[in-house]
């Protein structure tokens, strides 16, 4: 029983012959009954080729035509631009985040406050110069005779960059809005909180502008604005507190 088994493995694998001229192996696909095809090599049939369609039926790619976005028209009434800047999504600098911290208090306020986009702190409250950065706010705003409900809060983005930076093109819409913003608004005086929105309005830094009272031009006139950097960089840096109070006293002018 042995021997035979032996036997059988080796013709299972092929080897049925002690001598042979031909290589013989048991996964070899079987020749095709064709007298012509050689031992152990199996033929396959070619398959027909398939005729092609005529032109006219074949597929026609058709190229995607790009139309060109024109620049987002704003809205001139004060209550729709404050939906719109609620709810479309062709608000520049709402692309950042899905929660938008929007404008507070009314238009032709005493003073507007404005900064250029929300710190990570107020994106996720929701609000504008939240917690101990607000806090400060509210004090600077006290020592100069006024109060947060006495003024039009807004930041000129809706969302936060990531990185607290933005791209030029980004930038370019950002400063057409601006001046929309601006114009709709008609602050009787503006302040303006951060680096980035003094760069943006008044073309200067913020070392540059220190106890200066400057002239923003907007629709022919003049709105006066002083400028100073951002209640949490105060908080981070107190030596800057100093340059803030330069500035800030400015408002307290001609009052």
Same mark, same amino acid.
């Given at each position: 029983? /042995?021997?035979?088994?032996?036997?059988?493995w &080796?013709? /299972?694998?092929?080897?049925?012959?002690?001598?042979?001229?031909?290589?013989?192996?048991?996964?070899a696909?079987?020749?095709?009954?064709?007298?012509?095809?050689? %031992?152990?090599?199996?033929?396959?049939?070619?398959?027909p080729?398939?005729?092609?369609?005529p $032109?006219?039926?074949?597929?026609?790619? +058709?190229p995607?035509?790009?139309?060109?976005?024109?620049?987002?028209?704003?809205?001139?009434? &004060?209550?729709?631009?404050?939906?719109?800047?609620?709810?479309?999504d062709?608000? !520049?600098?709402?692309? &950042?985040?899905?929660?938008?911290? *929007?404008?507070?208090?009314?238009?032709?306020?005493?003073?507007?406050?404005?900064?250029?986009?929300?710190?990570?702190?107020?994106?996720?409250?929701?609000?504008?110069? +939240?917690?101990?950065?607000?806090?400060?706010?509210?004090?600077?705003l006290?020592?100069?005779?006024?109060?947060?409900?006495?003024?039009?809060?807004?930041?000129?983005?809706?969302? %936060?960059?990531?990185?607290?930076?933005?791209?030029?093109?980004?930038?370019?819409?950002?400063?057409?809005?601006l &001046?929309?913003?601006?114009?709709?608004?008609?602050?009787?005086?503006?302040?303006?909180?951060?680096?980035?929105?003094?760069?943006?309005?008044?073309?200067?830094?913020?070392?540059?502008?220190?106890?200066?009272?400057?002239?923003?031009?907007?629709?022919?006139?003049?709105?006066?604005?002083?400028?100073?950097?951002? !209640? $949490?960089?105060? *908080?981070?840096?107190?030596?800057q507190?100093?340059?803030?109070?330069?500035?800030?006293?400015?408002?307290?002018r001609?009052?």
């Open positions: 029983m /042995l021997a035979e088994s032996y036997c059988d &080796w013709s /299972l694998a092929g080897v049925d012959a002690l001598v042979g001229e031909q290589p013989a192996g048991w996964l696909v079987p020749a095709a009954n064709d007298a012509a095809a050689p %031992r152990g090599k199996p033929t396959i049939a070619a398959e080729e398939i005729a092609p369609l $032109a006219v039926l074949q597929r026609q790619d +058709t995607e035509v790009t139309i060109p976005k024109g620049p987002v028209a704003f809205p001139d009434a &004060w209550d729709e631009f404050q939906h719109w800047l609620a709810t479309s062709d608000v !520049p600098g709402s692309q &950042w985040d899905a929660r938008r911290v *929007l404008p507070v208090g009314p238009a032709a306020a005493p003073l507007m406050l404005l900064t250029a986009w929300p710190e990570i702190d107020d994106q996720r409250d929701g609000a504008l110069f +939240t917690g101990a950065a607000g806090r400060l706010l509210d004090a600077m006290r020592a100069v005779g006024t109060t947060r409900d006495a003024c039009y809060v807004a930041s000129l983005a809706v969302t %936060r960059p990531a990185g607290g930076r933005c791209g030029d093109g980004e930038a370019a819409e950002l400063d057409r809005l &001046w929309h913003h601006l114009r709709l608004a008609k602050p009787e005086r503006l302040l303006l909180v951060g680096s980035d929105i003094v760069r943006m309005a008044a073309a200067a830094s913020l070392p540059e502008t220190r106890g200066r009272l400057l002239d923003i031009n907007q629709d022919g006139g003049k709105v006066e604005a002083v400028a100073v950097a951002h !209640p $949490a960089m105060l *908080l981070a840096r107190p030596a507190k100093a340059a803030a109070w330069d500035s800030l006293k400015l408002l307290n001609g009052r």
